[in-house]
């Protein structure tokens, strides 16, 4: 087990950089997912871990070792580093053990202690009984749970998980997050989960880091991201925040300030030294309120049963440029075409310069 | 380490002949360069065989394609019975030698033919034989060829997704509608693809226009070739090097057609999804499926049912009874002849080491080209294809120019010996292991070698321990593409052959030559028998390979 440190890393192919300065630290033992958008970088940044790509600025650290610097680069065979692979990559000519003990083959374990250790990994993941089968001959949960004891049994210093569950079906989504979780917990392993879901990721992980354009966003709690997001990418991936332009009209007191919100005057939480300026403002839905009357108005534009209540999509009467989205328990109804009054009872004010 | 391994094994299988082929012109054995341009580019001779070899090399391409493309529709498109049947026989001519397939048919269609005796129309005693003709060697190529289009046209059709055929049905247009105005524009790049390639094997073929020009003197460019360099031998190298050239300019001149033809348009398919359901066709499916059984009948059962008759009988010209059908002939060449055993011998030695150097050498290159992505593979790539792609007398003269002379350094002489043989072969074949291999790469997901490198092994065990294992299947079955084609090979071992050194397609050709036609066609008989069998023993491990590795396996 050991942490991760990465660097100022930047990676590019030819013109594009693909990676743009970023600096993560990774506790030892700790559980964390990158999170963003397709092309956001995430993969790349998990090859690069890997020892797959090689970076073109930074270092990387696995354990107080630099495995990728200036000049550096250890091939992935000699980083210690596991990675649990989206389409599983079980080889299919071989057994579920000597899938298993593959690494332990190639590292010269001797015969008596592979076969130990094969069959421990196996039953730490409940498939005691079937080293014998072929991957073909297993269940999709099953194939993922050899994929996990492949990667656990040479020990890795680190376990990379990429996507894991992109490919599966909803139900199995949900038995696979609670397996992931117990492994975590089990092995106490560090692990970098990749993943384009932000609902995974703040489920599983202890911090995330959230990815865009290449560059890391914010680097925080689940509940951090949520209550303070750092910028409106992030404030709409997780949970599908409302980013609504503002001025701030008084200064930071006690982490709170007075804004305009389209004409409603709020008290909002805002970042430490929060001066007057236009900013945008990331609204959740205990911030919202339907009212009688005040508030701000919001033209529906169409109504969607979602089960247990309507989406309603709309655009502030006041600046018909903008979107506004929110939802709306039963039994209350708006129909298109109506005018809706919502209360606005706080927010966040994003950070300077991050509309 | 590994690529520097794969660079020269290139650079000496592929880039050096081609590299001695162009230094010739350069700095000729005798004379001065432009003396023997001079006086090949003046003689009749280059310029009527020129001509000759484009005018059966159009005419076969047309006539190959027609029958390639009309089978593969029918047998593509429509509810027809028996596909995989049709499919492995209509390939078989594509697999058996040229010069065996003109043999067969020479026996078929003469005034000595003892099949057309049997059932009493045999032509007079002294008429020609009417495939003795540019018009013969037409017929046949496009026999010989007209299952590679096929080939290559049914991937094409079996590419083409179903919603674009069922979008236009259900648009109304009918269904020769859709064929017209949909399915044939979207195969118009297999079609001018296999056009080309067809139109390269045509103007490159040695065997068919050896056994039916020469006796007729209607040479073509390879031929000619042979000719000049079995009369007057290495003296005339630097003037036939010309020659060769003058067919790699033609050979190029398809290719770079083909290149310009497919660029004019998109062609390009998005989707990928399952084949169109075939169109049903009703009371007239009887009457197709007659008409393949026929096409089979034609171009398969009767010119080898021609050949075997020829094989079986001792005294040609005599009236051909049934029960005087005899087993002589081979015994004669098996146990009297010395050659022929010899050939047998030199033939399966070579096809097996060829098939096993190209095998070794193609799961390393393959990797290359496949995975490793970088400015050289398409050169790599390039420089493998061209030993194929150009037609084998190119191949077979570069070869002679290359080892003409000792090697030097080591001093090792290997011209008039069965390595020189065994160099072509590899080169011309080598792209038959890699082809396959290649797709079998891009049918592997990358991660599994990944996952391999982070559990700690290095490239070597990696090649050994899961690479091989996952894409031996399509190497091998590649390999028993080499052998096959290389069993019967003629054209480059005609040009290289020695005494002691002879293959079987050389011993068929020097039977034929001689008049023996009996013996010829035995030894034919054998090597059809053995590609026959070697075809279907393939067929065997053929579920655990990628699809379309083995042509003749639908």
Redesign the interface.
């Known amino acids: 087990m050991a942490g991760l440190k990465i660097d100022g890393v930047t990676r590019r192919f030819g013109e594009f950089e693909a990676l743009k300065q970023v600096t993560l630290e990774i506790g030892n033992g700790e559980f964390v997912a990158v999170l963003g958008p397709s092309g956001c970088g995430k993969t790349t940044l998990l090859r690069a871990i890997?020892g797959?790509e090689k970076i073109s600025e930074g270092s990387i650290t696995v354990g107080g070792a630099e495995v990728s610097g200036p000049g550096r680069h250890v091939?992935?065979?000699?980083?210690?580093?596991?990675?649990v692979?989206?389409?599983y990559?079980?080889?299919?000519?071989m057994s579920v053990a000597e899938n298993v003990g593959?690494?332990l083959k190639?590292?010269k374990v001797p015969r008596a202690e592979r076969g130990r250790r094969v069959q421990e990994a196996l039953d730490l993941v409940d498939l005691g009984a079937m080293g014998e089968r072929r991957p073909a001959n297993l269940s999709g949960g099953q194939r993922q749970r050899v994929a996990l004891a492949?990667c656990l049994v040479?020990t890795?210093s680190l376990v990379l998980f990429d996507e894991p569950l992109a490919n599966l079906d909803v139900h199995l989504r949900a038995a696979m997050e609670a397996e992931f979780a117990d492994f975590h917990k089990r092995t106490g392993t560090t692990i970098v989960y990749i993943t384009h879901d932000q609902a995974e990721a703040v489920a599983l992980a202890d911090r995330i880091a959230v990815m865009d354009h290449g560059r890391l966003i914010q680097f925080a709690t689940p509940q951090e991201l949520y209550a303070r997001p750092a910028n409106a990418m992030v404030a709409h991936f997780i949970a599908n925040g409302i980013v609504l332009p503002a001025t701030v009209l008084g200064e930071e007191q006690a982490g709170k300030v007075l804004v305009d919100v389209l004409g409603e005057q709020v008290v909002m939480d805002c970042p430490p030294g929060t001066g007057p300026r236009p900013a945008g403002v990331c609204l959740r839905p205990a911030d919202l309120r339907l009212a009688d009357s005040g508030g701000i108005g919001v033209a529906v534009k169409r109504a969607v049963y979602r089960g247990g209540g309507f989406r309603i999509e709309g655009h502030p009467v006041l600046r018909p440029d903008l979107e506004i989205g929110f939802d709306l328990p039963d039994p209350a109804r708006l129909a298109a075409g109506e005018v809706a009054r919502l209360a606005i009872t706080g927010g966040w004010v994003l950070p300077a310069g991050q509309e | 380490m590994l690529i520097l391994m794969v660079a020269a094994v290139v650079l000496l299988l592929s880039v050096l002949p081609m590299a001695r082929l162009m230094w010739e012109l350069v700095a000729p054995q005798s004379g001065t360069a432009a003396q023997s341009l001079t006086k090949a580019l003046s003689a009749g001779s280059t310029w009527t065989a020129t001509w000759n070899s484009l005018q059966t090399g159009v005419a076969g391409t047309v006539l190959a394609m027609v029958l390639g493309t009309t089978t593969a529709l029918i047998v593509s498109l429509t509810d027809v019975r028996g596909r995989g049947v049709f499919v492995f026989l209509y390939v078989i001519p594509l697999l058996i030698a040229p010069q065996v397939t003109a043999l067969a048919w020479l026996q078929l269609f003469g005034p000595a033919s003892p099949f057309l005796k049997l059932i009493g129309m045999a032509p007079p005693l002294g008429s020609r034989n009417p495939l003795y003709s540019p018009g013969g060697i037409i017929l046949l190529l496009g026999v010989q060829y007209g299952p590679m289009a096929f080939l290559m046209v049914r991937a094409a059709l079996r590419r083409l997704p179903r919603e674009l055929v069922e979008a236009a049905l259900s648009g109304g247009a009918s269904r020769f509608t859709v064929l017209r105005t949909i399915i044939l524009p979207l195969i118009t790049p297999a079609l001018i693809g296999a056009a080309a390639l067809v139109f390269v094997s045509c103007v490159g073929n040695f065997g068919i226009p050896a056994f039916l020009g020469i006796p007729a003197n209607y040479l073509v460019l390879p031929t000619l070739i042979y000719q000049k360099l079995a009369g007057a031998g290495p003296a005339v190298l630097t003037e036939v090097t010309i020659l060769s050239i003058v067919i790699s300019l033609i050979a190029m001149a398809g290719i770079v057609a083909q290149d310009f033809l497919s660029r004019r348009r998109d062609y390009r398919i998005t989707t990928t999804s399952l084949p169109p359901e075939p169109f049903g066709l009703g009371r007239w499916r009887i009457l197709v499926e007659a008409g393949l059984a026929a096409l089979i009948l034609a171009v398969l059962v009767l010119p080898l049912t021609g050949l075997t008759l020829t094989s079986m009988i001792t005294a040609i010209g005599r009236k051909v009874v049934l029960s005087e059908l005899t087993l002589a002939n081979y015994g004669f060449i098996l146990t009297e002849h010395a050659a022929t055993p010899r050939a047998f011998v030199n033939s399966f030695g070579l096809s097996l080491a060829a098939a096993l150097v190209a095998v070794m050498i193609a799961v390393p290159l393959g990797y290359m080209i496949a995975w490793q992505r970088n400015r050289w593979t398409r050169a790599l790539n390039l420089s493998i294809e061209l030993p194929y792609a150009l037609p084998g007398v190119v191949l077979a003269i570069a070869s002679l120019l290359l080892f003409l002379k000792p090697i030097p350094v080591l001093g090792i002489q290997i011209y008039n010996t069965i390595w020189i043989i065994l160099f072509a072969y590899c080169a011309r074949f080598l792209v038959l292991a890699l082809r396959p291999t290649i797709v079998g790469y891009q049918q592997i997901d990358r991660a599994l070698e990944e996952a391999a490198q982070v559990a700690g092994a290095g490239l070597m065990t990696r090649l050994r321990t899961i690479i091989f294992p996952l894409v031996a299947p399509a190497t091998l079955a590649g390999g028993c593409l080499i052998f096959l084609t290389a069993l019967s090979e003629l054209t480059v071992s005609a040009l290289l052959w020695s005494s002691g050194s002879e293959t079987i397609g050389v011993v068929i050709f020097s039977f034929e030559q001689g008049g023996d036609s009996a013996f010829a066609s035995a030894v034919s008989v054998m090597t059809v028998i053995a590609t026959v069998a070697l075809m279907l023993a393939t067929n065997l491990f053929a579920r655990r390979l990628p699809n379309g590795v083995l042509p003749w396996r639908d």
């Open positions: 890997a797959f091939p992935p065979e000699a980083r210690n580093v596991g990675i692979f989206q389409n990559a079980l080889w299919p000519h593959y690494a190639v590292a492949r040479a890795p």
